[in-house]
C-alpha cells in the first residue's frame, strides 16, 4: 500500500472553463534521468481519471460526476543533471530543488521518499498546498496527478472517510471518489441533477450550458407538459433510473430518427449523449437504461 502526501506555500490557479467540460490543462517535465517517463504514459493517465471524475461510481456515498477534466499541455520538458540526484528525493533540500523548477506543474521523478519533514519510502508524490507545483513518481495513475494538484489548489487535509476518495491519504488503486466541494476546487462542477416532475418551465428545457445532467431518481414529464432535450445534452443515469414521459416521444425534422447510446463502458451507469433535438410530448413513454 502506497501513501500520497502534501504540504504547502501560496498561489494557485483558477482553470477556465470551456463547454459542459472544464478543462485544466498539466504541464509536465521529468528529470533527466527519469527515462521511463513518456509523453503517452501521462496522455493515458490523464484519459483514466477523467473516466474515473465523469461518472458516480458509487464507490463513497457522497461522490459526484464532475465535469473537471485535465489534459497535458504542451511537451514534455526535462530538467536536472544527470548527476544531481534529483530523481530519488530523499531530503528536504532535495525536494525543495525539485519544486524550485517553476517552469512546469508536474514534476515527474523515479521516487518520492520525502515529503515537507518526513523520510518514507511509501510516499509516491508530494504537492504544496496553495502552492504552484507537485512531484509524482514515474509509474502513478492519473488519480495521483489529481490528488497533488488538489493539494495546490487548496484541498489542504486528506478525506480518508471513504476508502476510493481520490484525496485519501492511501492510494490502493480504486481511488475514484471526489465530492462537490472536491470538484468545485478542481476546477469542474458537479453534473445537474434530474429528479421527479421535469419539464420546459420545470427544470427544462435540458440545454449544453445547462447540463450534463445526472439522473438521480426517476424522472416523470407529466401529461400535459413538454420535456425539450436540445443538441449537445448528455445526461447520466443512476442505475435502473430512466426518463418517463405520459406521453410520446419524436425527433424534430432535422432527424428521421432518435439516437441514445451509452458513453460509458459499464452497463450499470448509462449515459445518453442527444445529438438531434428530441422533445417529449403527450403519449407514450421514452426508456433509458
Known amino acids: 500500500m502506497k501513501k500520497v502526501l502534501l504540504l504547502g506555500t501560496i498561489l494557485l490557479m483558477i482553470p477556465s472553463r470551456v463547454g459542459s467540460e472544464d478543462w485544466v490543462a498539466f504541464t509536465v517535465t521529468r528529470h533527466i534521468n527519469t527515462t521511463s517517463f513518456t509523453a503517452a504514459m501521462m496522455d493515458t493517465a490523464m484519459v483514466d481519471v477523467n473516466t474515473r471524475m465523469k461518472y458516480n461510481n458509487h464507490d463513497c456515498a457522497d461522490d459526484v460526476p464532475c465535469t473537471a477534466r485535465f489534459f497535458r499541455s504542451g511537451n514534455v520538458g526535462i530538467f536536472g543533471t544527470a548527476t544531481d ?3 530519488v528525493i530523499t531530503t ?3 525536494l525543495d530543488a525539485v519544486f524550485a523548477v517553476t517552469t512546469h506543474r508536474a514534476k515527474v521523478v523515479d521516487a ?5 519533514g518526513s523520510f ?3 510516499f509516491i508524490g508530494c504537492g504544496r498546498v496553495n502552492g504552484f507545483g507537485f512531484i509524482v513518481e514515474d509509474w502513478v495513475g492519473g488519480e495521483i496527478f489529481v490528488h497533488e494538484f488538489g493539494h495546490n489548489v487548496g484541498l489542504k487535509d486528506h478525506r480518508n472517510t471513504c476508502d ?3 484525496m485519501h491519504e492511501f492510494s490502493i488503486g480504486t481511488n475514484n471518489s471526489i465530492n462537490a466541494a472536491e470538484c468545485s476546487s478542481l476546477g469542474g462542477k458537479a453534473y445537474t441533477q434530474l429528479c421527479g416532475n421535469i419539464y420546459d418551465g420545470a427544470g427544462g428545457p435540458l440545454t449544453a450550458n445547462g447540463g450534463p445532467y445526472w439522473v438521480t431518481c426517476n424522472v416523470a414529464v407529466p401529461a400535459g407538459r413538454t420535456l425539450t432535450i436540445q443538441p449537445g445534452v448528455e445526461i447520466q443515469f443512476n442505475p435502473g433510473l430512466r426518463i418517463k414521459s405520459y406521453g410520446y416521444a419524436k425527433a424534430d425534422g432535422r432527424s428521421g430518427r432518435i439516437t441514445i447510446y451509452s458513453n460509458n463502458h459499464d452497463i450499470n451507469f448509462p449515459t445518453a449523449t442527444m445529438y438531434n433535438e428530441l422533445i417529449i410530448l403527450n403519449g407514450g413513454e421514452l426508456i433509458f437504461n
Open 112 to 116: 518520492v521518499n520525502f515529503c515537507e
Open 164 to 166: 476510493n476518495n481520490i
Open 92 to 94: 528536504q533540500s532535495e
Open 85 to 87: 540526484g534529483l530523481d
Open 120 to 122: 518514507n519510502t511509501s
